[in-house]
């Protein structure tokens, strides 16, 4: 039952999760305090601030202070850092209709962007950026170029960590069938063929070849294809080629596990996969310690050698309704200096600041020892593509005739006008909103 709460001399419903939201942020302020700051640095005495960093991506309240929310506090102990995940009653409609307190919107760049302007919150951080001295040309390009993009040419959102794909082999399956491990720099053909020697059946147990999940193909390719034309708003399934270079390559991968959906958690927990090909950071969101396992650069194109996938950059984006743009800007800085992005490294996390400090330490303390770590960072990233409100339902569409394909009871050019014309008919729904 929605009740009503008075703010700023208005009366607005609003769900009970977000009336605690809102009382919380009307409470007393707390005093100035002071704190050990991470690894040995002083912590900064500030006026007592409540910053609310909002998402929609669905991380824990642990999995964002590990990440970010413990390090901005230690750094800032006069500043309340809150996190906030969206939930029920906790959408950005909800947020927005009660008035309540988004300081920051964080999400993967697929919907940092999109979401600030779908809601009207997008904010200019470009002197924000300058006054608190954030080096753009020291982050990795593609992430800075893509935020560049999507705000028009100003910056709405910052990349604070990045992610991109991976190619992961089970070593014991390799040697148990007498196949070569592979090597950095391994193109899709050579991964298909290798995948196909791996299809077997042993000892009354069967073994698979590849799994994958469609994002990395369809969200990451290295080709850098949008679904959706940003000049014309048109889709892009029949008038890009490369759709067909990336389509026929699914379908033989999906060949190689009987047109089973095999992806990271068939592969870390069912150890019959020689390979998976999925988001770079696997091993910190899996128990990997009972597996064999080591990684190699992401498959190149013959289109387009020595290219890795997209990256996956996270992105922070000062909101144009908070009322501390300036103590939210600081913090972002911070997250972003060369002593936070080496910690992180240090852990794995991938970061965007491309310091040769901060590349070296990549994860040095990591739990996994002997493993090609540098195959995440050692080639160059593709562009990212143009991203649309829409973006999860145009991949989606993209991605459903995958099954029917590679089982052949659907050809590519049948496929492509069906995505094709479901495309058409989404994008006139989007545009009507």
């Excluded at 919380?24 to 910053?51: F, H, I, N, Y």
């Excluded at 959408?91 to 309540?100: K, Q, V, W």
């Excluded at 608190?132 to 935020?147: C, D, K, M, T």
């Amino acid at each position: 039952m929605n009740k009503k709460i008075g703010v700023k001399n208005c009366m607005v419903p609003v769900s009970a999760a977000v009336l605690l939201l809102l009382l919380a942020a009307c409470g007393a302020e707390k005093q100035q305090t002071t704190a050990e700051g991470p690894s040995g640095t002083t912590p900064v005495k500030k006026d007592p601030v409540k910053l609310v960093f909002y998402s929609t991506a669905g991380w824990t309240q642990e999995a964002f202070n590990e990440r970010f929310g413990d390090t901005m506090r230690k750094k800032f102990p006069g500043y309340e850092i809150e996190y906030v995940a969206s939930g029920k009653g906790m959408e950005f409609p909800d947020m927005l209709s009660a008035g309540a307190q988004i300081d920051v919107y964080w999400q993967a760049v697929d919907n940092t962007i999109p979401h600030l302007l779908q809601y009207k919150l997008e904010y200019d951080m470009t002197e924000l950026i300058k006054k608190y001295g954030v080096n753009l040309n020291q982050l990795e390009p593609s992430s800075v170029e893509a935020a560049r993009s999507m705000s028009n040419g100003k910056m709405y959102a910052l990349p604070i960590v990045n992610n991109a794909a991976a190619l992961y082999y089970n070593k014991d399956l390799f040697d148990k069938f007498g196949v070569p491990y592979l090597k950095d720099g391994v193109t899709w053909d050579e991964v298909i063929g290798v995948a196909k020697r791996m299809r077997r059946t042993d000892g009354g147990l069967e073994y698979y070849g590849i799994g994958s999940d469609v994002q990395p193909h369809l969200n990451l390719s290295s080709l850098s294809i949008p679904y959706v034309d940003p000049k014309t708003e048109k889709p892009t399934i029949l008038t890009n080629g490369g759709w067909s270079t990336i389509f026929n390559q699914l379908i033989e991968m999906k060949k190689t596990t009987d047109y089973k959906s095999l992806n990271a958690s068939n592969f870390v927990q069912e150890k019959n996969l020689a390979m998976v090909d999925g988001l770079a950071n696997a091993f910190l969101n899996f128990d990997m310690t009972t597996l064999n396992w080591d990684l190699v650069s992401y498959p190149s194109y013959k289109s387009a050698p020595g290219i890795a996938s997209q990256p996956l950059p996270t992105m922070f984006g000062i909101t144009s309704i908070s009322k501390h743009k300036e103590a939210a800007a600081e913090v972002l800085a911070y997250m972003l200096s060369e002593e936070v992005q080496k910690s992180l490294s240090e852990r794995a996390i991938i970061p965007v600041l491309q310091s040769d400090v901060v590349m070296k330490a990549f994860a040095k303390n990591s739990k996994y020892k002997d493993k090609n770590f540098q195959a995440i960072l050692g080639k160059k990233f593709a562009p990212i593509t143009p991203k649309v409100t829409y973006e999860a339902k145009a991949r989606s569409i993209y991605g459903k005739y995958v099954p029917d394909l590679a089982k052949g009871t659907i050809d590519l050019n049948t496929a492509f006008r069906q995505i094709d014309e479901e495309m058409v008919k989404l994008i006139a729904e989007e545009k009507a909103k």
